[in-house]
């Protein structure tokens, strides 16, 4: 009996033992391959997202300094766009452990500004990615295509709940 019933403990302590543990990000990223535009697939909105509807892209170029433009875009129920610009940069941690600000740029010198953006999960061939926080607050599923299936979306949501994210809070985003 105890046989059977040690598989079953261990897979419902799971998101248990993944939550108490650290959010890792991947060990390796190419920010050229990665610059470009991503299709967020589903999120836990964050303030800029709380009017959102719908088709919301990030749009990312690479700048001479070593930092990344960054553009996101979302259409609302009205079909007007919002959009939000920012500048990232690595942080020095890891390679796929960058920091984001949408601040003023004259507010970039306090620290606060800065959000962490840490790529948890990348698809070998920059098809798709997991973005979160290492405080699990915000986690985003974008994709190179529109549309993915939802079995990779779930797929891809399964990646962030080992890291111990409540992929219950995920809001499918809409993409036309």
Known sequence: MLKKALPLALLLMTPLIAHGAEVKSVDNIDLQRYAGTWYEQANFPMYFQRNCARNTTA????????????????????????????????????????????????????????????????????RWAVVGTPNREYLWILSRDKKIPESQLKELSEKAALQGFDVSKLRVTEQG
Do not use: H, M
Request: net charge negative; glycine share 8%.
């Open 59 to 126: 749009n990312y170029r690479l700048l001479a300094e070593g930092q990344i433009e960054v553009i996101n875009r979302c259409e609302k129920t009205d079909g007007d766009t919002i959009q939000a610009e920012g500048i990232a940069k690595p942080s020095g941690n890891g390679p796929a452990e960058l920091k984001v600000r949408f601040a003023p740029a004259f507010l970039s010198f306090l620290p606060f500004v800065w959000a962490d953006y840490w790529v948890i999960a990348l698809d070998p061939d920059y």
